[in-house]
């Protein structure tokens, strides 16, 4: 049996979003085919932090042609970084002490990955977080993403504040 759902989604709506690209690129480095979010919906720093968030994959991703060319799924490795995006968002809404023109909260670590169901071009995938642990230095949010209604994939997401540059 698959495990409870870390946020309420479908309370939230989708239609109008907290946080859209622009917004985003305010607090991630990621350009380009890396942006793996479309937008954020809710962002919770009560109860320990919450988020819910969605990409919608589209048929013309740069992994789409040589990813199982006769039925493309969105790679298990681009799910967990959509889960990253989604923490690393998180984090720097609980985290108010960093200055986010010249730090980005990085990618430091995975744990627990499950993949239920297959993501595939045209599909919306929920992305929700919960926070865990949350310290500058090394944070824990762990999250999940929902197809059509139905748990597809969860991971908990280790992230730490980086300087964007050397």
């Not at 009560?46 to 988020?51: D, L, N, S, W």
């Not at 799924?73 to 959509?82: K, R, S």
């Not at 929920?126 to 969860?154: D, P, Y």
Request: charged share 25%.
């Amino acid at each position: 049996m698959p495990p409870r759902l870390l946020v309420d989604y479908k309370a939230f709506d989708f239609s109008k979003p907290l946080l859209d690209l622009d917004a985003i690129r305010t607090v991630l480095p990621q350009r380009y085919e890396m942006e793996q979010l479309t937008a954020v919906v809710h962002i919770d720093s009560e109860q320990g932090g919450r988020i819910v968030g969605y990409r919608d994959v589209r048929d013309d991703e740069f992994w789409v042609r040589g990813h199982l060319p006769e039925r493309p799924l969105v790679p298990g490795v681009m799910l967990c970084e959509m889960a990253a995006q989604l923490a690393a968002v998180l984090e720097a809404r609980l985290d108010t002490s960093t200055n986010w023109e010249t730090h980005f909260r990085g990618f430091a670590g995975l744990e627990g990955v499950k993949f239920r169901r297959s993501v595939v071009p045209g599909d919306r995938i929920v992305l929700l977080g919960q926070c865990g642990k949350f310290a500058r230095r090394m944070s824990t949010v762990f999250t999940q993403g929902i197809v059509n209604g139905k748990l597809a994939f969860e991971a908990t997401i280790h992230g730490s504040v980086m300087p964007r540059t050397t």
